[in-house]
T-cell receptor
Framework: GQNIDQPTEMTATEGAIVQINCTYQTSGFNGLFWYQQHAGEAPTFLSYNVLDGLEEKGRFSSFLSRSKGYSYLLLKELQMKDSASYLCAVRAPYSGAGSYQLTFGKGTKLSVIP | DSGVTQTPKHLITATGQRVTLRCSPRSGDLSVYWYQQSLDQGLQFLIQYYNGEERAKGNILERFSAQQFPDLHSELNLSSLELGDSALYFC?????????????FGPGTRLTVL
């Protein structure tokens, strides 16, 4: 089975740093994705980790520990436009012929306040 | 703009009715994934097609069905609609190979069942 946990809501101040955690227990693992989703809009890809360690991409970084089933998304220099939901998703092992199934957590709603 | 298109944007219908949602993937993408997003359940994977063939099934009800046509566009058919089917329905597409194979999401169809 697949179980992915994230905090439901977080609040942070403009200009600050926030860390959004994700823990997972899945029957297989072939990478972890973070997506950003503004209310009523489509999820958009932020980052990808398949090996342990930190991936940095501008103001966003993502960390993975496969042995602990743990990832986090770090957002620096927060801006008001970062107010959105952040979705953690685990990709199942490749099962042939283009099948790259994702299981999503319920998302963390981040509110950035002045 | 992800390059994935979905129609219609909004759909309002009554219980017991049948509707069809349409998705066109990005140029070059062979995989189409359908997701349902409701407030309490998060983003739930329904079904995946790859180059016209069904590849993976998630939590898709028997009242729902999908297909992918030779031009690679896909349709999700929802029948005998219930109030609980009200949700945002997203499709996503991805490349067949190369890179990290992230999924690109369309803008979604908001279905309201009255």
């Amino acid at each position: 089975g697949q179980n992915i946990d994230q905090p439901t809501e977080m609040t942070a101040t403009e200009g600050a740093i926030v860390q959004i955690n994700c823990t997972y227990q899945t029957s297989g693992f072939n990478g972890l994705f973070w997506y950003q989703q503004h209310a009523g809009e489509a999820p958009t890809f932020l980052s990808y980790n398949v090996l342990d360690g930190l991936e940095e991409k501008g103001r966003f970084s993502s960390f993975l520990s496969r042995s602990k089933g743990y990832s986090y998304l770090l957002l620096k220099e927060l801006q008001m436009k970062d107010s959105a939901s952040y979705l953690c998703a685990v990709r199942a092992p490749y099962s042939g012929a283009g099948s790259y199934q994702l299981t999503f957590g319920k998302g963390t709603k981040l509110s950035v306040i002045p | 703009d992800s390059g994935v298109t979905q129609t219609p944007k909004h759909l309002i219908t009554a219980t017991g009715q049948r509707v069809t949602l349409r998705c066109s993937p990005r140029s070059g993408d062979l995989s189409v994934y359908w997701y349902q997003q409701s407030l309490d359940q998060g983003l739930q994977f329904l079904i995946q097609y790859y180059n016209g063939e069904e590849r993976a099934k998630g939590n898709i009800l028997e009242r729902f069905s999908a297909q992918q046509f030779p031009d690679l566009h896909s349709e999700l058919n929802l029948s005998s609609l219930e109030l609980g089917d009200s949700a945002l329905y997203f499709c996503a597409s991805s490349l067949p190979e190369g890179g990290i194979l992230e999924q690109f999401f369309g803008p979604g169809t908001r279905l309201t069942v009255l």
